[in-house]
Nanobody, 121 residues
Framework: QVQLVESGGGSVQAGGSLRLSCAAS????????MGWYRQAPGKQRELVAD???????HYGDAVKGRFTISRDNAKNTVYLQMNSLKPEDTAIYTC???????????????WGQGTQVTVSS
């Protein structure tokens, strides 16, 4: 089993920045891709960004150029730096991990508990 614990959510004004962290523990040797999904009220869940153990990244179109995902394998932690935040970025952000090299296309193997990000105009 793998446990994912997120931190760093909160409220910010449009144009501001937030940094999310997700620390993994447990049987982490099995994990390849880690990253973040988000879901806003009334909307479908969307993949924000993911990163492989080797550092290959993928971003959703809505966040390209504004968000940066990174990973510290020694600390088993993935980070999401969110800059130039917009009100439409408001959502619950949930960390996820997969045995596969991508979070997309198939349900991740593990989920965090989620953290709220609110961007006001």
């Amino acid at each position: 089993q793998v446990q994912l614990v997120e931190s760093g959510g909160g409220s910010v004004q449009a144009g501001g920045s937030l940094r999310l962290s997700c620390a993994a523990s447990g049987s982490i040797f099995s994990i390849n891709a880690m990253g973040w999904y988000r879901q806003a009220p009334g909307k479908q869940r969307e993949l924000v960004a993911d990163i492989t153990r080797g550092g290959t990244t993928h971003y959703g179109d809505a966040v390209k150029g504004r968000f940066t995902i990174s990973r510290d394998n020694a600390k088993n932690t993935v980070y999401l730096q969110m800059n130039s935040l917009k009100p439409e970025d408001t959502a619950i952000y949930t960390c996820a991990a997969s045995f596969r090299p991508s979070l997309g296309g198939k349900e991740p193997n593990y989920w965090g508990q989620g953290t709220q990000v609110t961007v006001s105009s």
